[in-house]
């Protein structure tokens, strides 16, 4: 594993790979050296996850003089492509953690805290500490939160093995007590259930892949005929683009997975172990021996509080208004959108999060030089949807849903090949490090 993730970041390519994100990010060998841009400016990023820890190492690079501040209160880094094969007793807690302090390029200023107030008015941010951070400009990177208290009757303190219950998207560590309930589970048998809010979410692919697994873990036990798989969707679609839901279902009625339309779950009753969806018909309640509970997702409350948002639509999430293609926000000019929290219709993975960062960098810095950007986001989106382990499909599309496939001729994305899992199960994390350290 050491000697390929070696090779993966030092070569220009791997298998003549070169381009795009999520599994199918390039091993390239770093962004051209460009001339730095003179600067005083006072630059602002809220978060320092995947998108802030990028951006600061991409401004850090090209700009003197610029007084770069990232402010996050929390002091460790997740690796969240990681969950869903932590969830599947791939990896353990460890492979996801790290510290978020040594991404960041040592020429800024990192603030343990958060920001409690934000005034886009005012150009300043207020952190949870009693500072003020005046900014010319401010880049808001701090992803999305997971509304748990949405879900009535659950609490993240019940999963585990003894519950049957999984929550693979609240931390590492909980992504691998999710994985001893799901291998309880299919040891055992009984009814899973499975299913994604009706928000906007962070890779809407990961609750199917996770059904995959959770049937492909089943049958390699020998234990097929006990396990029942029922994937609740929340819409009429398993997934949104056309043609990779066709795919998707195709798949599911292969492997005998059920699936339900318009099933959102609103409550969880642990004792009696029964899940309440909502339905246009009304309230249905289902019994289960395993439940993966992923909830609803929204913007931090800071930002909702902020006049940042979206006014007409996303009105009960909050993400934040910006121009799809230059990520900027329309009403505050001086204000850039990286990663979860962007108000777009597509793009909340790692991959949009690479393609997010050129598009931020040339506009910030061809303003500061007295230049009009030209790099655009075309909502490059990459889902390496697992289907078993050991084969995956290689999905990326773009805002028009069409298919965008970065390897054409060598990687047919609505196949499940061994490829595209090595990518997502061995490739990935190194250029995502590499990524973060603005290289990708």
């Known amino acids: ?49 995947a998108g802030g820890a990028a951006i600061a190492n991409r401004l850090s690079d090209r700009l003197d ?50 920001a409690a107030e934000l005034d886009p008015d005012a150009n300043r941010v207020t952190t949870t500490g009693g500072q003020r951070i005046e900014y010319d400009y401010l880049i808001v990177a701090t992803g999305l939160v997971l509304d748990w208290d949405a879900i009535e009757g659950f609490d993240l303190s019940m999963v585990g093995p003894e519950t049957g219950i999984s929550a693979h998207y609240a931390s590492p560590e909980l ?94 009753d642990a004792g009696a172990k029964t899940a309440t969806y909502a339905t246009p018909d009304g309230d249905v309640t289902t019994a289960w021996d395993f439940i993966n509970v992923i909830p609803p997702q929204r913007a931090p409350q800071v930002v909702r509080d902020s006049g940042l948002s979206w006014a007409d639509r996303w009105t009960d999430q909050g993400w934040i208004e910006v121009d799809p293609q230059t990520l900027r926000h329309r009403r505050y000019a001086n204000v850039f959108g990286i990663g979860d929290i962007n108000g777009v219709p597509k793009g909340k993975t790692a991959a949009s999060v690479k393609w997010h960062q050129p598009v931020v960098e040339d506009h910030l810095i061809s303003e500061l030089a007295g ?38 001729g060598l990687i047919a994305p609505l196949e499940e090949l061994w490829i595209s899992w090595l990518m997502k199960e061995v490739a990935l994390k190194a250029t995502y490090n590499a990524m973060l350290r603005g290289r990708a």
């Not at 460890?94 to 040594?102: D, E, F, L, R, V």
């Not at 007590?177 to 589970?185: E, P, Q, V, Y």
């Not at 075309?378 to 970065?406: K, Q, W």
Request: proline share 3%; charged share 20%; net charge positive.
């Open 371 to 408: 230049r009009e950007g030209t790099r655009v986001f075309d909502g490059y989106t990459s889902c390496p949807m697992i289907t078993r382990i050991g084969r995956a499909m290689l999905i990326e599309f773009d805002y028009n849903d069409r298919l965008v496939p970065s390897f054409p």
């Open 65 to 114: 003089g610029a007084q770069i501040t990232i402010l996050d209160g929390r002091a460790q880094h997740w690796y969240q492509p990681g969950f869903t094969l932590i969830a599947a007793g791939l990896r353990t807690a460890n492979y996801a953690n790290s510290s978020t302090a040594q991404w960041l390029p040592r020429d800024i200023t990192f603030i343990n805290e958060y």
């Open 175 to 268: 992504a691998e007590k999710s994985w001893h309930a799901l291998d309880r589970f299919t040891d055992e048998g009984g009814v899973g259930l499975f299913g994604r809010p009706a928000t906007e979410m962070k890779c809407a692919g990961a609750p199917l892949k996770l059904t995959m697994l959770a049937e492909d873990i089943a049958t390699t036990k020998g234990n097929r005929d006990r396990v029942e798989l029922i994937y609740n969707a929340q819409a009429q679609n398993l997934f949104g683009v056309p043609i990779v839901d066709h795919r998707v279902r195709q798949i599911f009625t292969d492997r005998n997975i059920a699936y339900r339309w318009q099933h959102v779950l609103k409550a969880v």
């Open 1 to 49: 594993m050491e000697d390929f993730e070696k090779f993966a970041t030092s070569r220009r390519g791997f298998m003549g790979l070169a381009t795009a994100g999520g599994a199918a990010l390039a091993f390239g060998a770093g962004q051209a050296q460009a001339a730095k841009q003179r600067t005083n400016a006072r630059i602002l990023i809220l978060g320092a996850g």
